[in-house]
């Protein structure tokens, strides 16, 4: 079955203490992306990456990486996390994000508190 | 998720009933829109897209009208059901940014009796 896959589902974490969110996809897809989802403020892009090895900021990159050594896996990671970090946090996958391929395939979401 | 629709604007109808959300977008150089739906708890779900050549196109019970004059989006649900229950997201794109992002809006919560 075509899916992203997002891990851990649920998290509880405390003020700096790093983590990584796991995302993977098994679609061969070119591009992937993480945004972050709060009430009132929308789908918010965190990091893109177009290939395997290229990856760039986007509206809300603050306070994370990333990582593309291979095409299907695309982690995030938050190294000192903070309370304003606490969000949904969404994977996705696209073949390109170009013309008529643009069409996002979402993960399930990870939603982390940071206390 | 499942405090998404906080602060939403929200659509009531009736199950049956022709639904249009809208969606203003900003960008006068973005030429590729789609539609997204999020059920609670889930991710969002591509629903239809159109490319700024166009003026509408239809799927299966969905309608998006685009109309570039005024960098306005529509989306027309016919029949709606209880399961079209969700928050709705239009999506920009242009290639001025090499089309390396989606933008979204907001969201609009829909809700449907039955």
């Known amino acids: 079955e075509a899916q992203v896959t997002q891990n851990p589902r649920y998290l509880i974490t405390v003020t700096g203490k790093k983590l990584t969110v796991t995302c993977s996809q098994n679609?061969?897809?070119?591009?992937m992306s993480w945004y972050r989802q709060d009430p009132g403020l929308g789908l918010r892009q965190i990091y893109y990456s177009m290939n395997v090895e290229v990856t760039d900021k986007g509206d809300v990159p603050e306070g994370y990486k990333v990582s593309r050594k291979e095409k299907r896996n695309f982690p995030l990671i938050l190294e000192s996390p903070s309370p304003n970090q606490t969000s949904l946090y969404f994977c996705a996958s696209s073949l390109r994000l170009a013309g008529n391929t643009g069409e996002l395939f979402f993960g399930e979401g990870s939603r982390l508190t940071v206390l | 998720g499942e405090n998404v629709g906080l602060h939403l604007p929200t659509l009531s109808v009736q199950e049956g009933d022709n639904s249009i959300i809208n969606c203003a977008y900003s960008?006068?150089?973005?030429?590729?829109f789609i539609w997204y739906k999020q059920e609670s708890g889930k991710g969002p779900q591509f629903i239809i897209d159109?490319?700024?050549?166009?003026d509408k196109r239809q799927g299966q019970r969905v309608t998006v009208l685009l109309n570039k004059t005024v960098k306005h989006l529509s989306l027309q649900i016919a029949a709606t059901q209880p399961g079209d229950s969700a928050v709705y997201f239009c999506?920009?794109?242009?290639?001025?940014?090499?089309?390396?992002?989606?933008?979204f809006g907001k969201g609009t919560m829909l809700l449907v009796s039955p």
């Open positions: 159109i490319r700024s050549n166009m």
């Open positions: 960008n006068s150089a973005s030429d590729y």
């Open positions: 679609m061969n897809h070119e591009y």
């Open positions: 999506a920009e794109n242009n290639g001025n940014s090499g089309y390396s992002t989606l933008t």
